[in-house]
């Protein structure tokens, strides 16, 4: 590939990015003031300033552009690096307040985005959606829960499985409303209930 013809992709390629990236930015502020179903593609597009079929072209459709966006906030999360340091920690109780850490960070960034999909029982792709972001979820839970008892810190109450929905159950966004907004407790003491929570109903 010639030098132009690189150049020619790479600016393409950066302004295809930049694109999604206006129509997310655009579709959060949005959905969050009116709903999911209150907000059209023509709205959407006219604020993101681009036309509505350029975001059929770039999403399919609305739920899709969420979903895009659940996947961006998990990314600025630091779902990467919190990843990799999960797996090159050994100790339990680090494991936990890693995961902990992600969780707050996670739900800090995007509570009004899983506010909606939360409130939005009756939409079939907001639906999928948040069951898709349970089970994986619940997935992390289990693969953490694994790994503490073969480490053989789960207490005679817990196998894996169980250690698992646990945790999962006290990492919710459901359980982040009510402790952050019921209770008006910070972010921080928030993750450290969770961490504390999970160490004290499964940990030995």
């Known amino acids: 590939m010639s030098m132009k013809r690189k150049y020619d992709s790479e600016l ?40 509505p079929q350029t975001i059929y072209s770039v999403f399919g459709s609305k739920a899709a552009i969420v979903a895009s966006m659940l996947t ?10 919190s990843l990799a340091a999960l797996m090159a920690e050994d100790n339990p109780r680090r494991q936990l307040q890693i995961f902990s ?17 939360a409130q ?24 953490l829960a ?15 499985d169980a250690a698992a929905e646990q945790f999962w159950l006290l990492t919710s ?11 008006n407790w910070s972010s921080d003491r928030y993750e450290k209930w969770v961490a504390e929570s999970v160490a004290q109903l499964v940990f030995s």
């Not at 966004?173 to 209770?183: A, D, H, N, R, S």
């Open 120 to 143: 939005s029982p009756d939409e079939p792709s907001l639906v999928e959606i948040r069951e898709n972001g349970d089970a994986r979820r619940l997935g992390g839970c289990k693969m």
């Open 146 to 160: 694994g790994k503490w008892a073969e480490a053989g810190v789960l207490n005679d109450k817990y196998d894996a």
């Open 12 to 51: 393409r390629s950066s302004r295809a990015a930049d694109t999604r990236l206006r129509i997310q930015k655009s579709a959060r502020r949005l959905i969050a003031a009116s709903g999911f179903e209150n907000t059209a593609i023509t709205a959407i597009a006219k604020d993101a300033g681009v036309s």
């Open 101 to 117: 850490e992600w969780i707050r960070r996670l739900f800090d960034m995007s509570a009004d985005i899983f506010t909606v999909v």
């Open 72 to 81: 961006h906030l998990e990314e600025e999360a630091g779902e990467a690096d």
């Open 173 to 183: 966004f459901e359980t982040y409303v009510l402790c952050t907004k019921g209770l």
